[in-house]
């Protein structure tokens, strides 16, 4: 029962499993037991099953302070500590030396410092002694003569070497530099004095080449642009010592048809032969030509020449800055008008160039008779009154003749300075 006490008033202590309620407490621990406390039965170590109870003994610590009766060796010296001399020997304890400093049996050093006594010093007679003095002289009079021909001959060679170092002079002359390379502007040329006081007026007449009317009859595109190419070559050689003469450089210019399929880097009327500054081209109508050609021959070869003689002009006008000039001056126009008379006066130049040409080789091209008969009244009856558009960009029939008529006379480019004529002599 749980009240019951069976050990003499001390209380039970609790089952397995039980828990402490309220107002419960756990008994205290009992400070004395009725039971006496005996040794059990001893048990051998060496049993089979007690191995691992074995431990290796381990020596107990050795105080260093301690005083021991004990007669074993000495303790090892700490580190750092002197060394004491062991008892009845004249070697010191600790580490030995090794190497070339045996026998260890020395106490003090291996060699002595104090060593032999040296030899006396030996005796030399008194004619030994005069000599070698003799031949110290004689050696000392010969260095300084040496020595006084090497300066002698070093202030022969080097000027005052002491108010300024020694050079080496070179032997070949220091090459002369080029003078600096200087830019200089030059002024430019005004447009209008480009065209007004060109040097190909200056340049003289052109001359008579001896070329020939080519006899290719131009009845066909493949024949017309034959003709065009023989008359091509008396051009280039009539012009070109000119141009050259005027200060420019002489380029020949191309050659082509009018074709919608070659065509070129300007545009221009499909039913005309012009030139094209851009790429240097001459471009013919074939398909006019070959017309002309069936209706009258000889008229047809007149204009033919008469045609390429002025786009040469152009070319001309081209290889002397006059075209871009005139081209500028057109762009500072003010009003339409200025600008076509600006057309008018390039146009009536290449017309005034073209006759001076002709006029120059009329011998070799046959511009003789009825040629010229046909030369004449077709340059007489061009001009703007005859152009469909009534644009008035080339020039009046009379004054085709102005311009034309005294350079086939006269053969020279002087004669051709539209650009310092009245409005009216281009108009």
């Known amino acids: 029962m749980p009240d019951e006490k069976p050990d003499g008033g001390a209380t039970a202590q ?24 005996a040794l059990g039965k001893a048990r051998a170590l060496s049993g089979p099953g007690e191995s691992a109870l074995r431990r290796k003994a381990r020596p107990l610590p050795v105080d260093p302070e301690a005083v021991s009766v ?30 070339w400093n045996r026998p260890y049996s020395r106490a003090g050093a291996q060699y002595n410092q104090v060593g032999p006594p040296p030899p006396p010093p030996r005796k030399y007679s008194n004619v030994v002694v005069a000599g070698l003095s003799a031949l110290v002289l004689v ?19 080097v000027d005052n070497p002491l108010s300024r170092p020694s050079v080496h002079r070179p032997t070949a002359p220091i090459p002369t530099l080029p003078d600096p390379t200087v830019t200089k502007t030059v002024p430019g040329v005004k447009d209008i004095d480009r065209v007004q006081k060109n040097e190909i007026y200056k340049a003289g007449k052109l001359a008579a080449v001896g070329c020939k009317e080519p006899s290719v009859r131009p009845t066909s595109q493949v ?19 000119l141009i050259e003469k005027a200060g420019y450089t002489f380029r020949a210019p191309k050659l082509t048809l009018v074709s919608a399929k070659v065509p070129t880097a300007c545009t221009g009327e499909s039913d005309s032969s012009y030139y094209c ?20 021959p000889i008229d047809a070869r007149v204009w033919m020449m008469d045609v390429m003689a002025h786009e040469y002009g152009h070319h001309v006008q081209d290889m002397t800055e006059m075209l871009t000039a005139v081209g500028s001056l057109q762009g500072w126009a003010k009003t339409e008008a200025a600008e076509l008379e600006l057309n008018r006066r390039l146009e009536l130049q290449a017309t005034c160039f073209g006759a001076a040409f002709l006029g120059a080789n009329k011998a ?8 010229l008969q046909a030369w004449e009244f077709d340059t007489k009856h061009s001009g703007d009154e005859y152009n469909p558009k009534k644009v008035r960009d080339h020039g009046s029939r009379a004054n085709q003749w102005f311009w034309g ?9 002087a004669s051709c300075n539209t650009y310092t004529a009245s409005a009216k002599r281009v108009s």
């Open 14 to 37: 609790p089952a397995a499993g039980h828990f402490l309620t309220e107002g419960e407490s756990a008994p205290l621990p009992t400070a004395h037991r009725s039971q006496p406390i």
């Open 277 to 296: 500054g851009t790429d240097e081209t001459i471009a013919i109508d074939w398909q006019d030509y070959v017309a002309m050609y069936k209706r009258d």
């Open 405 to 413: 008529g005294p350079a086939f006379d006269s053969g020279n480019p």
């Open 139 to 157: 050696v000392t009079a010969s260095v300084g003569v040496a020595c006084f021909k090497a300066i002698s001959s070093y202030d022969s060679s």
């Open 364 to 371: 070799g091209l046959g511009l003789t008779g009825a040629k």
């Open 223 to 241: 024949t017309t642009l034959r003709y065009f190419q023989g008359l091509l070559p008396c051009l280039n050689e009539a012009w070109k010592p």
């Open 70 to 99: 004990y007669s074993g060796p000495p303790v090892a010296p700490l580190p750092g500590a002197p060394t004491t001399p062991l008892t009845g020997t004249r070697r010191t304890g600790g580490a030995r030396r090794v190497g």
